[in-house]
């Protein structure tokens, strides 16, 4: 039998712990019979939360934590004096290669430093890069960086294009993606000073599949496999992605209750909206991954419910089976 997975789950971070996180870490064990979770936060708490499950307790254990990380709290700081919180303990799990993959809801700041500082990157990799995948017409695009390099380098950028072709190749299964860089037009000469210094670097880059500009409005309908931006842009991006998704579902259904006719029409069509509102559920994808890592580092919504937390430390199997660390310290590795 192959080798389980190891994955550390931050149970006290998020809206929502410990109580969707350990929900989320039991229905994702009961899922994968090649999982084995350590439940990272305070004891007895947890242990409570898990007593209200049924699951195999031989390929689940509880990692005690006495203290945590606040949302607010200044993360290197946080990072620095408290060493036994979830994260950081999950953190030096990963770093010990006690667990294969880390995956939180809790602070994004003090993910972000634990994952550069504590886990480390790999070997020639110059920033790690947050990755979330977004729903698109033509099925999901990986958007690189969506938060942790606000102020990067041409060189950063032609980084996260091969480190996201090597996911998305790799983990979600397209062969050749398609890589495009944010613009504000289609046009070579058009951007600010970071794009047009990057435009021909990744044009010359022959370990991708480089299609250009990429304007905001072609991101949902799948032009890219890849996305590629410095965070500020790509963070906008998500947000604006997610709010208007949010939006737009509100205005179906108050449209589909306004008058008697609408509400037959909704529930004649309540089944097939249903599964198309579906694949644009960004839930169903997990979290993001901070890749370039040394191990696998995932932080996933604040706010997420047990569903993105099973579907993020599911998501971890097959990056951990599919040695992406290694795949991509090999494409990183061809610069030299």
Do not use: W
């Amino acid at each position: 039998m192959a080798e389980l997975v190891r994955v550390a789950v931050d149970a006290m971070g998020g809206d929502n712990a410990p109580g969707e996180v350990v929900k989320g870490a039991v229905e994702a064990l009961n899922e994968s019979d090649r999982l084995k979770i350590f439940l990272v936060g305070k004891e007895q708490i947890v242990k409570e939360e898990l007593s209200k499950y049924t699951y195999d307790t031989n390929r689940l254990e509880v990692v005690n934590a006495t203290e945590e990380i606040e949302m607010a709290e200044p993360p290197v700081m946080a990072i620095r004096t408290k060493k036994d919180s979830s994260i950081v303990k999950a953190m030096f799990m990963v770093k010990h290669k006690e667990a294969d993959a880390y995956v939180s809801a809790g602070s994004t700041g003090a993910t972000l430093v634990g994952g550069q500082v504590i886990v480390g990157r790999l070997k020639g990799v110059e920033r790690a890069p947050l990755a979330p995948l977004i729903p698109t017409e033509n099925g999901v695009s990986l958007l690189i960086d969506c938060g942790a390099n606000v102020d990067a380098r041409p060189s950063h950028l032609v980084q996260f294009a091969k480190m996201g072709s090597v996911y998305m190749e790799h983990v979600c299964g397209i062969p050749n993606p398609k890589v495009g860089i944010v613009n504000i037009g289609a046009e070579e000469e058009k951007g600010n000073a970071l794009v047009k210094e990057t435009f021909p670097l990744l044009k010359n880059c022959p370990e991708i599949n480089f299609i250009g500009s990429v304007e905001a409005r072609d991101i949902p309908l799948g032009v890219a496999d890849v996305i590629v931006c410095e965070a500020f842009t790509g963070n906008v991006i998500l947000k604006m992605y997610e709010g208007v998704a949010k939006t737009l579902l509100k205005v179906v259904k108050k449209g589909l209750m306004s008058n008697l006719r609408a509400k037959i029409g909704g529930l004649l069509i309540k089944p097939t909206l249903k599964n198309v509102l579906k694949d644009y559920d960004t839930e169903q994808y997990g979290g993001a991954p901070m890749l370039g890592l040394s191990g696998l580092v995932v932080k996933t919504h604040g706010s997420a419910k047990a569903v993105e937390v099973k579907n993020s430390i599911l998501q971890c199997v097959t990056f951990t089976e599919q040695n992406i660390a290694e795949k991509i310290q090999k494409a990183i590795s061809s610069e030299a």
